[in-house]
Protein backbone atom coordinates (compact mmCIF):
# COMPACT_ATOMS: atom_id res chain seq x y z
CA UNK A 1 0.00 0.00 0.00
CA UNK A 2 2.95 2.40 0.87
CA UNK A 3 4.23 2.10 -2.29
CA UNK A 4 1.03 2.51 -4.63
CA UNK A 5 0.86 5.56 -2.41
CA UNK A 6 4.06 6.77 -3.74
CA UNK A 7 3.67 5.67 -7.13
CA UNK A 8 0.37 7.86 -7.13
CA UNK A 9 2.00 10.98 -5.62
CA UNK A 10 5.10 10.84 -8.10
CA UNK A 11 2.15 10.80 -11.26
CA UNK A 12 0.62 13.50 -9.28
CA UNK A 13 3.73 15.54 -9.14
CA UNK A 14 4.61 15.11 -12.98
CA UNK A 15 0.98 16.13 -13.77
CA UNK A 16 1.43 19.32 -12.22
CA UNK A 17 5.17 19.95 -13.33
CA UNK A 18 3.93 19.17 -16.93
CA UNK A 19 0.95 21.65 -16.36
CA UNK A 20 3.10 24.18 -15.30
CA UNK A 21 5.09 23.54 -18.25
CA UNK A 22 2.31 24.67 -20.52
CA UNK A 23 0.11 27.01 -19.07
CA UNK A 24 -0.93 30.33 -20.28
CA UNK A 25 -1.47 33.52 -18.07
CA UNK A 26 -5.16 32.70 -18.36
CA UNK A 27 -4.58 29.22 -16.95
CA UNK A 28 -3.90 30.56 -13.94
CA UNK A 29 -6.62 32.44 -13.71
CA UNK A 30 -9.12 29.61 -14.16
CA UNK A 31 -7.16 27.59 -11.36
CA UNK A 32 -7.86 30.44 -9.09
CA UNK A 33 -11.39 30.80 -9.42
CA UNK A 34 -12.04 26.90 -9.76
CA UNK A 35 -10.26 26.76 -6.47
CA UNK A 36 -12.49 29.49 -5.37
CA UNK A 37 -15.77 27.59 -5.63
CA UNK A 38 -14.46 25.03 -3.01
CA UNK A 39 -14.39 27.67 -0.48
CA UNK A 40 -16.97 26.23 2.21
CA UNK A 41 -20.44 28.13 2.60
CA UNK A 42 -19.78 30.81 -0.13
CA UNK A 43 -18.25 28.52 -2.46
CA UNK A 44 -21.50 27.83 -4.75
CA UNK A 45 -22.18 31.17 -4.83
CA UNK A 46 -19.24 31.67 -6.61
CA UNK A 47 -19.47 29.52 -9.56
CA UNK A 48 -20.85 32.30 -11.59
CA UNK A 49 -18.13 34.35 -11.10
CA UNK A 50 -15.75 30.73 -12.62
CA UNK A 51 -17.89 29.90 -15.22
CA UNK A 52 -17.76 34.07 -16.51
CA UNK A 53 -13.69 33.82 -15.88
CA UNK A 54 -13.31 30.71 -18.03
CA UNK A 55 -15.34 31.47 -20.29
CA UNK A 56 -14.06 34.84 -21.03
CA UNK A 57 -10.71 33.22 -21.08
CA UNK A 58 -11.15 30.13 -22.92
CA UNK A 59 -14.34 31.96 -25.42
CA UNK A 60 -13.17 35.54 -26.25
CA UNK A 61 -12.72 35.07 -29.49
CA UNK A 62 -16.94 33.93 -29.77
CA UNK A 63 -18.20 36.67 -27.50
CA UNK A 64 -18.38 39.77 -30.31
CA UNK A 65 -20.75 37.68 -32.83
CA UNK A 66 -22.71 36.60 -30.04
CA UNK A 67 -23.25 39.69 -28.73
CA UNK A 68 -23.84 40.98 -32.34
CA UNK A 69 -26.73 38.62 -33.06
CA UNK A 70 -28.72 39.49 -29.92
CA UNK A 71 -28.66 43.47 -30.47
CA UNK A 72 -29.69 42.50 -34.35
CA UNK A 73 -32.54 40.64 -33.08
CA UNK A 74 -33.10 43.25 -29.76
CA UNK A 75 -33.52 46.08 -32.54
CA UNK A 76 -35.34 44.62 -34.78
CA UNK A 77 -34.61 42.34 -38.25
CA UNK A 78 -33.84 44.37 -41.18
CA UNK A 79 -35.46 43.97 -45.04
CA UNK A 80 -33.78 41.01 -45.78
CA UNK A 81 -34.15 39.21 -42.60
CA UNK A 82 -37.77 40.19 -42.39
CA UNK A 83 -38.00 38.23 -46.26
CA UNK A 84 -36.15 35.05 -44.49
CA UNK A 85 -38.60 35.39 -41.04
CA UNK A 86 -41.47 35.08 -43.78
CA UNK A 87 -40.81 31.58 -45.08
CA UNK A 88 -40.54 30.14 -41.95
CA UNK A 89 -43.99 28.41 -42.03
CA UNK A 90 -43.19 27.14 -45.65
CA UNK A 91 -39.66 25.45 -43.95
CA UNK A 92 -41.14 24.41 -41.04
CA UNK A 93 -43.84 22.67 -43.08
CA UNK A 94 -41.88 21.20 -45.26
CA UNK A 95 -39.10 19.88 -42.70
CA UNK A 96 -41.90 18.25 -40.47
CA UNK A 97 -43.78 17.08 -44.11
CA UNK A 98 -44.39 12.92 -43.64
CA UNK A 99 -43.43 12.74 -40.17
CA UNK A 100 -46.15 15.14 -38.77
CA UNK A 101 -49.67 14.63 -39.14
CA UNK A 102 -51.36 16.56 -41.83
CA UNK A 103 -53.97 17.90 -39.71
CA UNK A 104 -51.60 19.15 -37.23
CA UNK A 105 -49.33 20.91 -40.35
CA UNK A 106 -52.63 22.68 -41.29
CA UNK A 107 -52.56 24.65 -38.31
CA UNK A 108 -51.08 28.11 -38.61
CA UNK A 109 -48.04 28.99 -37.64
CA UNK A 110 -47.66 31.66 -34.85
CA UNK A 111 -45.55 34.49 -36.26
CA UNK A 112 -46.69 37.53 -34.78
CA UNK A 113 -43.83 40.18 -33.57
CA UNK A 114 -43.06 38.70 -29.53
CA UNK A 115 -40.94 40.17 -26.90
CA UNK A 116 -37.37 37.97 -26.49
CA UNK A 117 -38.13 34.88 -24.35
CA UNK A 118 -35.54 35.98 -22.01
CA UNK A 119 -37.82 38.95 -20.83
CA UNK A 120 -40.53 36.85 -20.50
CA UNK A 121 -38.82 33.91 -18.90
CA UNK A 122 -39.84 35.42 -15.03
CA UNK A 123 -43.78 35.02 -15.49
CA UNK A 124 -43.83 31.56 -17.85
CA UNK A 125 -42.09 30.59 -14.25
CA UNK A 126 -45.42 30.55 -13.05
CA UNK A 127 -45.39 26.51 -14.49
CA UNK A 128 -42.83 25.40 -11.63
CA UNK A 129 -44.99 23.07 -9.58
CA UNK A 130 -41.45 22.55 -7.28
CA UNK A 131 -38.51 23.96 -7.48
CA UNK A 132 -34.97 22.76 -6.49
CA UNK A 133 -35.90 18.62 -6.28
CA UNK A 134 -32.40 16.73 -5.75
CA UNK A 135 -31.71 14.22 -8.30
CA UNK A 136 -28.75 13.16 -6.37
CA UNK A 137 -26.17 13.82 -3.10
CA UNK A 138 -24.55 16.86 -4.75
CA UNK A 139 -26.07 20.37 -4.09
CA UNK A 140 -25.77 21.21 -7.54
CA UNK A 141 -27.29 17.69 -8.70
CA UNK A 142 -31.00 19.87 -8.60
CA UNK A 143 -34.36 20.74 -10.91
CA UNK A 144 -37.41 22.42 -11.15
CA UNK A 145 -40.18 20.74 -11.75
CA UNK A 146 -42.99 22.29 -14.41
CA UNK A 147 -46.31 21.20 -14.40
CA UNK A 148 -49.81 22.48 -15.16
CA UNK A 149 -52.39 21.89 -12.13
CA UNK A 150 -55.49 21.17 -14.48
CA UNK A 151 -53.20 18.18 -16.25
CA UNK A 152 -52.92 16.40 -12.79
CA UNK A 153 -54.00 12.98 -12.49
CA UNK A 154 -52.86 12.18 -16.41
CA UNK A 155 -49.68 10.35 -17.14
CA UNK A 156 -47.98 12.86 -18.97
CA UNK A 157 -45.16 12.59 -21.18
CA UNK A 158 -42.28 14.05 -20.29
CA UNK A 159 -39.26 16.60 -21.52
CA UNK A 160 -35.78 16.81 -19.54
CA UNK A 161 -34.26 20.05 -20.93
CA UNK A 162 -30.94 20.68 -20.19
CA UNK A 163 -29.69 24.10 -20.11
CA UNK A 164 -26.42 25.26 -22.21
CA UNK A 165 -23.57 27.70 -21.45
CA UNK A 166 -20.08 26.28 -23.14
CA UNK A 167 -20.02 23.25 -20.18
CA UNK A 168 -19.18 25.60 -18.03
CA UNK A 169 -22.49 26.93 -17.05
CA UNK A 170 -25.55 24.61 -15.97
CA UNK A 171 -28.22 26.93 -14.46
CA UNK A 172 -32.16 26.28 -15.33
CA UNK A 173 -33.45 29.76 -14.14
CA UNK A 174 -33.63 31.05 -17.75
CA UNK A 175 -33.44 28.59 -20.54
CA UNK A 176 -35.76 26.79 -22.57
CA UNK A 177 -38.83 28.50 -20.58
CA UNK A 178 -40.45 29.18 -23.99
CA UNK A 179 -40.55 25.12 -24.81
CA UNK A 180 -41.41 24.02 -21.43
CA UNK A 181 -44.14 27.01 -21.21
CA UNK A 182 -45.34 25.45 -24.33
CA UNK A 183 -45.32 21.82 -23.84
CA UNK A 184 -46.95 22.12 -20.46
CA UNK A 185 -49.70 23.87 -21.61
CA UNK A 186 -50.34 20.93 -23.34
CA UNK A 187 -50.06 18.52 -20.35
CA UNK A 188 -46.73 17.45 -20.35
CA UNK A 189 -44.45 17.73 -17.28
CA UNK A 190 -40.90 19.61 -17.98
CA UNK A 191 -38.01 18.83 -15.60
CA UNK A 192 -35.50 21.26 -15.99
CA UNK A 193 -31.56 20.67 -15.17
CA UNK A 194 -28.74 22.34 -12.89
CA UNK A 195 -25.71 20.12 -12.86
CA UNK A 196 -21.94 20.96 -12.27
CA UNK A 197 -19.66 22.40 -14.41
CA UNK A 198 -16.38 23.46 -15.34
CA UNK A 199 -14.05 24.78 -14.45
CA UNK A 200 -14.38 23.20 -11.03
CA UNK A 201 -15.86 19.98 -12.26
CA UNK A 202 -13.60 18.25 -15.29
CA UNK A 203 -15.70 16.30 -17.84
CA UNK A 204 -17.19 14.55 -17.79
CA UNK A 205 -18.88 15.16 -14.51
CA UNK A 206 -21.54 17.30 -16.85
CA UNK A 207 -22.20 13.91 -18.37
CA UNK A 208 -22.78 11.86 -15.35
CA UNK A 209 -25.23 14.50 -13.66
CA UNK A 210 -27.38 14.60 -16.79
CA UNK A 211 -27.80 10.77 -16.82
CA UNK A 212 -28.48 10.32 -12.97
CA UNK A 213 -31.47 12.95 -13.93
CA UNK A 214 -32.49 10.88 -16.50
CA UNK A 215 -32.50 8.14 -14.02
CA UNK A 216 -34.22 9.93 -11.84
CA UNK A 217 -37.12 11.15 -14.26
CA UNK A 218 -37.69 7.07 -14.83
CA UNK A 219 -37.81 6.11 -11.67
CA UNK A 220 -39.51 9.30 -9.86
CA UNK A 221 -41.56 11.51 -12.48
CA UNK A 222 -44.46 9.07 -11.87
CA UNK A 223 -44.62 10.90 -8.64
CA UNK A 224 -45.45 14.04 -10.34
CA UNK A 225 -47.86 12.87 -12.87
CA UNK A 226 -44.79 11.85 -15.60
CA UNK A 227 -45.46 8.83 -17.23
CA UNK A 228 -41.87 7.44 -17.03
CA UNK A 229 -41.88 5.46 -19.78
CA UNK A 230 -42.15 8.19 -21.94
CA UNK A 231 -38.72 10.66 -21.27
CA UNK A 232 -37.75 12.96 -23.96
CA UNK A 233 -33.89 14.62 -23.65
CA UNK A 234 -33.70 18.53 -25.05
CA UNK A 235 -31.07 20.93 -25.18
CA UNK A 236 -29.94 24.19 -26.49
CA UNK A 237 -25.87 24.49 -27.52
CA UNK A 238 -24.11 22.67 -24.38
CA UNK A 239 -27.21 21.26 -23.59
CA UNK A 240 -27.95 20.11 -26.86
CA UNK A 241 -24.31 18.30 -26.92
CA UNK A 242 -25.52 16.42 -23.78
CA UNK A 243 -28.25 15.58 -24.62
CA UNK A 244 -27.42 14.19 -28.13
CA UNK A 245 -24.70 12.24 -26.30
CA UNK A 246 -27.06 10.94 -23.57
CA UNK A 247 -29.52 9.84 -26.60
CA UNK A 248 -27.12 7.85 -28.34
CA UNK A 249 -25.51 6.36 -25.46
CA UNK A 250 -28.58 4.64 -23.51
CA UNK A 251 -27.67 2.51 -20.51
CA UNK A 252 -23.69 2.63 -21.55
CA UNK A 253 -21.87 2.45 -18.10
CA UNK A 254 -19.13 4.39 -19.27
CA UNK A 255 -21.70 7.63 -18.37
CA UNK A 256 -23.08 5.94 -15.43
CA UNK A 257 -20.25 4.71 -13.21
CA UNK A 258 -21.65 6.00 -9.99
CA UNK A 259 -25.53 5.10 -10.42
CA UNK A 260 -27.09 1.70 -10.00
CA UNK A 261 -26.73 -1.41 -12.79
CA UNK A 262 -30.47 -1.21 -13.08
CA UNK A 263 -30.70 2.34 -13.71
CA UNK A 264 -32.64 3.21 -16.72
CA UNK A 265 -30.80 6.25 -18.49
CA UNK A 266 -32.37 5.77 -22.29
CA UNK A 267 -34.35 8.28 -23.64
CA UNK A 268 -37.44 8.03 -25.92
CA UNK A 269 -36.25 11.38 -28.46
CA UNK A 270 -34.15 13.87 -28.77
CA UNK A 271 -34.07 17.64 -29.38
CA UNK A 272 -31.26 19.25 -29.84
CA UNK A 273 -30.88 23.34 -30.76
CA UNK A 274 -28.05 24.80 -31.83
CA UNK A 275 -25.88 21.85 -30.63
CA UNK A 276 -22.60 20.70 -30.74
CA UNK A 277 -21.37 17.38 -32.47
CA UNK A 278 -17.63 17.14 -32.78
CA UNK A 279 -14.93 17.14 -30.53
CA UNK A 280 -12.24 16.08 -32.31
CA UNK A 281 -12.19 17.93 -35.75
CA UNK A 282 -9.09 20.91 -35.94
CA UNK A 283 -9.50 21.54 -39.50
CA UNK A 284 -9.74 25.26 -39.27
CA UNK A 285 -8.66 28.14 -36.93
CA UNK A 286 -11.95 28.27 -35.43
CA UNK A 287 -11.85 24.69 -34.88
CA UNK A 288 -8.80 24.62 -33.68
CA UNK A 289 -9.52 27.71 -31.21
CA UNK A 290 -12.85 25.62 -29.68
CA UNK A 291 -10.75 22.56 -29.27
CA UNK A 292 -7.61 24.37 -27.04
CA UNK A 293 -10.71 25.87 -25.28
CA UNK A 294 -12.08 22.28 -24.53
CA UNK A 295 -8.35 21.63 -23.44
CA UNK A 296 -7.84 23.99 -21.36
CA UNK A 297 -11.49 24.27 -19.55
CA UNK A 298 -13.49 21.47 -19.57
CA UNK A 299 -11.31 18.28 -20.40
CA UNK A 300 -8.22 19.65 -18.83
CA UNK A 301 -6.51 16.94 -20.87
CA UNK A 302 -4.82 17.42 -24.41
CA UNK A 303 -6.47 15.46 -26.93
CA UNK A 304 -3.21 14.52 -28.16
CA UNK A 305 -2.47 11.90 -24.99
CA UNK A 306 -6.34 11.36 -24.71
CA UNK A 307 -8.00 11.06 -27.83
CA UNK A 308 -10.48 8.39 -26.58
CA UNK A 309 -11.78 10.99 -24.37
CA UNK A 310 -12.77 13.63 -27.20
CA UNK A 311 -13.71 10.60 -29.44
CA UNK A 312 -16.24 9.60 -26.71
CA UNK A 313 -17.64 12.73 -26.17
CA UNK A 314 -17.93 13.11 -30.01
CA UNK A 315 -22.14 12.52 -30.69
CA UNK A 316 -21.06 12.33 -34.51
CA UNK A 317 -18.63 8.99 -34.04
CA UNK A 318 -21.48 7.77 -31.83
CA UNK A 319 -24.34 7.13 -34.29
CA UNK A 320 -26.17 3.59 -34.64
CA UNK A 321 -28.89 2.04 -35.68
CA UNK A 322 -31.15 2.28 -32.36
CA UNK A 323 -31.03 6.20 -31.89
CA UNK A 324 -34.18 7.53 -30.55
CA UNK A 325 -36.17 9.67 -33.26
CA UNK A 326 -33.98 13.52 -33.14
CA UNK A 327 -35.04 16.66 -34.23
CA UNK A 328 -31.93 19.03 -34.87
CA UNK A 329 -32.26 22.86 -35.01
CA UNK A 330 -29.72 24.54 -36.13
CA UNK A 331 -29.58 28.36 -37.63
CA UNK A 332 -27.52 29.12 -40.82
CA UNK A 333 -25.45 31.77 -39.11
CA UNK A 334 -24.04 30.30 -36.48
CA UNK A 335 -20.99 32.24 -35.40
CA UNK A 336 -20.27 30.12 -32.49
CA UNK A 337 -21.12 26.27 -34.02
CA UNK A 338 -21.22 26.31 -37.75
CA UNK A 339 -24.23 25.08 -39.17
CA UNK A 340 -22.08 22.41 -41.12
CA UNK A 341 -21.67 20.45 -38.13
CA UNK A 342 -25.21 19.83 -37.47
CA UNK A 343 -25.55 18.93 -41.02
CA UNK A 344 -23.07 16.49 -40.92
CA UNK A 345 -24.33 14.95 -37.86
CA UNK A 346 -28.12 14.99 -39.19
CA UNK A 347 -26.60 13.05 -42.24
CA UNK A 348 -24.05 10.58 -40.54
CA UNK A 349 -27.59 9.53 -38.46
CA UNK A 350 -29.73 9.74 -41.05
CA UNK A 351 -27.57 7.26 -42.47
CA UNK A 352 -27.71 4.48 -40.27
CA UNK A 353 -30.49 5.54 -37.96
CA UNK A 354 -33.94 3.32 -38.08
CA UNK A 355 -35.74 6.33 -36.55
CA UNK A 356 -36.71 9.63 -37.69
CA UNK A 357 -34.20 11.97 -38.47
CA UNK A 358 -35.71 15.45 -38.05
CA UNK A 359 -33.56 18.11 -39.38
CA UNK A 360 -34.74 22.22 -39.94
CA UNK A 361 -32.30 24.89 -40.35
CA UNK A 362 -33.56 28.35 -40.29
CA UNK A 363 -31.78 30.50 -42.41
CA UNK A 364 -30.48 33.95 -41.40
CA UNK A 365 -30.50 32.82 -38.09
CA UNK A 366 -27.60 32.64 -34.98
CA UNK A 367 -26.80 31.65 -31.82
CA UNK A 368 -29.05 31.88 -29.26
CA UNK A 369 -31.73 32.69 -30.70
CA UNK A 370 -34.44 31.12 -28.46
CA UNK A 371 -33.33 33.86 -25.77
CA UNK A 372 -33.17 37.00 -27.94
CA UNK A 373 -35.73 36.09 -31.37
CA UNK A 374 -39.65 35.86 -29.77
CA UNK A 375 -40.98 35.95 -33.05
CA UNK A 376 -38.83 32.66 -34.64
CA UNK A 377 -38.66 31.32 -31.61
CA UNK A 378 -42.47 30.86 -30.85
CA UNK A 379 -42.50 29.20 -34.53
CA UNK A 380 -39.84 26.73 -33.49
CA UNK A 381 -41.48 25.85 -30.58
CA UNK A 382 -44.42 25.29 -32.43
CA UNK A 383 -42.62 22.79 -34.82
CA UNK A 384 -41.12 21.41 -31.29
CA UNK A 385 -44.54 20.67 -29.88
CA UNK A 386 -45.83 18.95 -32.70
CA UNK A 387 -43.05 17.05 -33.60
CA UNK A 388 -42.46 15.75 -30.02
CA UNK A 389 -46.63 15.05 -30.27
CA UNK A 390 -46.23 13.10 -33.17
CA UNK A 391 -43.67 10.82 -31.47
CA UNK A 392 -45.23 10.29 -29.01
CA UNK A 393 -48.78 9.03 -30.55
CA UNK A 394 -46.94 6.96 -32.31
CA UNK A 395 -45.07 5.51 -29.45
CA UNK A 396 -48.66 5.08 -27.53
CA UNK A 397 -50.18 3.26 -30.91
CA UNK A 398 -47.12 0.73 -31.16
Known amino acids: MPFKDAGQAVRSVRTYVRWVRRAKPGDYVIALCAASTATPVIGRHLQPISG ?34 AQT ?65 TAAPVLVYIPGGAWVFGSRKLQGHALMAHLVRRGWVCLSLEYRTSPQYRWPRQMTDVKAAIAWARANVADFG ?40 SVDAVV ?35 PEVFDAASPVNRVHAGAPPFLVIHGSR ?53 FLRQIHQDRSAA
Open 52 to 85: MAALGVGGKTYLPGIVFAMARARFGPGGSQRQLL
Open 89 to 153: PALLTEALQNIVSAEDLADPWPLHRQPAPMWKAAGQRRYVHRSSVSYGDHPSQVLDVWRSAEHIG
Open 226 to 265: GDPNFVVAAGCSAGGHLATLAGLTANDPQWQPELPTDAET
Open 272 to 306: SLYGLYDWQDRSTAQRARFMEFLERVIVKRSQVRH
Open 334 to 386: DSLIPVDEARTFVNKLRAVSTSTVCYVELPGVGHGFDLVDGTRTGAVVAAIGR
